[in-house]
C-alpha cells in the first residue's frame, strides 16, 4: 500500500477500502448470474479485473485489491 497522508489511521482506511471491495463482489454477484452464490467466483473476477485495470477505482490505485 502506497504511503498517504490522511488524519485517520491506516488501519481504518485499509478497512473501509476492504468494504469497498467487499460490496464490489456483492454487486457482482447480483448483476452477474454466473456468480450467484459464488463468492470466491467473483472476487476471483474482480482480482483479475484489477491486475488489467489497477486505475479503474481510486482505491485500486492505491494498492487496496479485492
Excluded at 13 to 21: A, E, P, T
Aim: net charge positive.
Amino acid at each position: 500500500m502506497k504511503q498517504m497522508e490522511c488524519p485517520y489511521t491506516p488501519s481504518a482506511v485499509k478497512y473501509s477500502m476492504d468494504c469497498l471491495n467487499r460490496r464490489l463482489i456483492k454487486w457482482a454477484m447480483c448483476k452477474y448470474k454466473r456468480f450467484r452464490g459464488h463468492c470466491k467466483q467473483a472476487e476471483k473476477w474482480l482480482k483479475e479485473i484489477a491486475k488489467r485495470e489497477p486505475r479503474m477505482f481510486a482505491h485500486w490505485a492505491l494498492g487496496i485489491t479485492p
